[in-house]
């Protein structure tokens, strides 16, 4: 087992490459933000709300999954890190399950997930590179890309946020909500607002 505890890979000649988790969390964040800053200019726009619901619940989840036990694992302190950053990711689920229901929560929500980019690029990612191998960031990585692929696209708060139940009940559950999102027509990706 690695220093993140994940199952050994063959060796590979060279140096590692790939996007690690540092980068693809930071390229979601500014993705996240850049989605606030518009629902923050249009609340009302229901379109625009649901790839938000969307895109903050799978990276929540995606997060979840693989980067808070590997901050865990091999960040001092890591456990209270990860515990605090869940319960700041609990809050952020029960206004995007209000924003979903229809309640004026847009700027709260903007907030919180500005919040939440703070936190992990302050105090969460640097030190998360400084203490894993960037071969094992990578892997994280490219495991975090394949969980949000498989992750809810609808906020559920009372579902398990720690290993291993979320990454059994998240993709049985974004199951569900794919296939609503699929019946009604729902934007779920950003790419999916210029259409």
Same mark, same amino acid.
């Given at each position: 087992?690695?220093?993140?505890?994940?199952? &050994?890979?063959?060796?590979?000649?060279?140096?590692?490459?790939?996007?690690?988790?540092?980068?693809?969390?930071?390229?979601?964040? !500014?993705?996240?933000?850049?989605?606030?800053?518009?629902?923050?200019?249009?609340?009302?726009?229901?379109?625009?709300?649901?790839?938000?619901?969307?895109?903050?619940?799978?990276?929540?989840?995606?997060?979840?999954?693989?980067?808070? &036990?590997?901050?865990?694992?091999?960040?001092?302190?890591?456990?209270?890190?990860?515990?605090?950053?869940?319960?700041?990711?609990?809050?952020?689920?029960?206004?995007?399950?209000?924003?979903? !229901? %229809?309640?004026?929560?847009?700027?709260?929500?903007?907030?919180?997930?500005?919040?939440?980019?703070?936190?992990?690029?302050?105090?969460?990612? &640097?030190?998360?590179?400084?203490?894993? &191998?960037? !071969?094992?960031?990578?892997?994280? %990585?490219?495991?975090?890309?394949?969980?949000?692929?498989?992750?809810?696209?609808?906020?559920?708060?009372?579902?398990?946020?720690?290993?291993?139940?979320?990454?059994?009940?998240?993709?049985?559950?974004?199951?569900?909500?794919?296939?609503?999102?699929?019946?009604? %027509?729902?934007?779920?990706?950003?790419? !999916?607002?210029?259409?």
């Amino acid at each position: 087992m690695t220093a993140l505890n994940l199952p &050994p890979l063959p060796p590979i000649p060279g140096d590692a490459t790939g996007r690690n988790v540092v980068d693809v969390v930071t390229e979601q964040h !500014d993705e996240l933000l850049d989605l606030g800053e518009l629902l923050a200019a249009a609340p009302h726009d229901q379109r625009l709300a649901g790839v938000v619901i969307a895109a903050l619940s799978r990276h929540l989840s995606a997060e979840e999954q693989y980067l808070y &036990p590997a901050v865990r694992l091999v960040v001092p302190g890591g456990e209270a890190i990860a515990d605090r950053e869940l319960a700041e990711d609990h809050e952020l689920l029960i206004t995007l399950k209000r924003l979903a !229901d %229809g309640e004026p929560v847009a700027a709260g929500l903007v907030e919180g997930m500005r919040r939440h980019v703070a936190a992990d690029a302050e105090e969460l990612l &640097p030190v998360l590179v400084a203490m894993a &191998p960037v !071969d094992e960031l990578i892997r994280v %990585g490219n495991r975090f890309e394949t969980a949000q692929e498989a992750a809810p696209t609808r906020p559920h708060p009372s579902t398990p946020s720690t290993p291993p139940w979320n990454k059994v009940v998240d993709p049985a559950v974004a199951v569900l909500d794919k296939v609503r999102d699929a019946v009604t %027509g729902r934007a779920t990706y950003p790419k !999916d607002l210029n259409r």
